[in-house]
T-cell receptor, first 111, second 118 residues
Framework: QKEVEQDPGPLSVPEGAIVSLNCTYSNSAFQYFMWYRQYSRKGPELLMYTYSSGNKEDGRFTAQVDKSSKYISLFIRDSQPSDSATYLCAMKETSGSRLTFGEGTQLTVNP | EPEVTQTPSHQVTQMGQEVILRCVPISNHLYFYWYRQILGQKVEFLVSFYNNEISEKSEIFDDQFSVERPDGSNFTLKIRSTKLEDSAMYFC????????????????FGAGTRLSVL
């Protein structure tokens, strides 16, 4: 079983749609959760981070964590063409230094 | 805004040659990392480095790889004898700490070096 699973998509939505991106994980030691955005052939860019179960909102983005189900989500409201990118979930244990990434979901927002 | 910088952006080398990938982490960060991403695959952890020592490494980081902080600003990844399967994007990252609080734990990534082994 993979430590982190993420549907690679591709996901194509019209401008203004609400987008839901999801990851599941198997390692209960993961306590830190991050979402990165990656444009083609560029480095991951941090979008949001959280460590607690529940929701965290930042503008059009909401990160949701359910530790009991080992499930995290990123919601994008009022999606824009500029949101078109690959979205990576990443997780980390409180001790240790490595991030474990999902496969990434490729999102296209059509004008 | 401070950022991690990596050079070169693209490196082409022949199989069996040595390559050095260079990174300048964010200046007040103490922890440095290398990750790689083979085309179409997930980002994978290679190694973390703190206080001039490797603090953690993955099974990918074998004897062909080494890391060094040759001076106060640079952090390098050396691949001694490149193989075709080393072709990938290599990302450097840095963070202030690795333990709590999470805000100081966040790893910031450079734009990457694309390594092509022919």
């Amino acid at each position: 079983q993979k430590e982190v699973e993420q549907d690679p998509g591709p996901l194509s939505v019209p401008e203004g749609a609400i987008v839901s991106l999801n990851c599941t994980y198997s390692n209960s030691a993961f306590q830190y959760f991050m979402w990165y955005r990656q444009y083609s052939r560029k480095g991951p860019e941090l979008l949001m981070y959280t460590y607690s179960s529940g929701n965290k909102e930042d503008g059009r983005f909401t990160a949701q964590v359910d530790k009991s189900s080992k499930y995290i989500s990123l919601f994008i409201r009022d999606s824009q063409p500029s949101d078109s990118a690959t979205y990576l979930c990443a997780m980390k244990e409180t001790s240790g230094s490595r991030l474990t990434f999902g496969e990434g979901t490729q999102l296209t927002v059509n004008p | 805004e401070p950022e991690v910088t990596q050079t070169p952006s693209h490196q082409v080398t022949q199989m069996g040659q040595e390559v050095i990938l260079r990174c300048v982490p964010i200046s007040n960060h103490l922890y440095f990392y290398w990750y790689r991403q083979i085309l179409g695959q997930k980002v994978e952890f290679l190694v973390s480095f703190y206080n001039n020592e490797i603090s953690e490494k993955s099974e990918i980081f074998d004897d062909q790889f080494s890391v060094e902080r040759p001076d106060g600003s640079n952090f390098t990844l050396k691949i001694r004898s490149t193989k075709l399967e080393d072709s990938a994007m290599y990302f450097c990252a840095s963070s202030e700490v690795t333990g709590p609080p999470l805000a100081k734990n966040i790893q910031y990534f450079g734009a990457g070096t694309r390594l092509s082994v022919l």
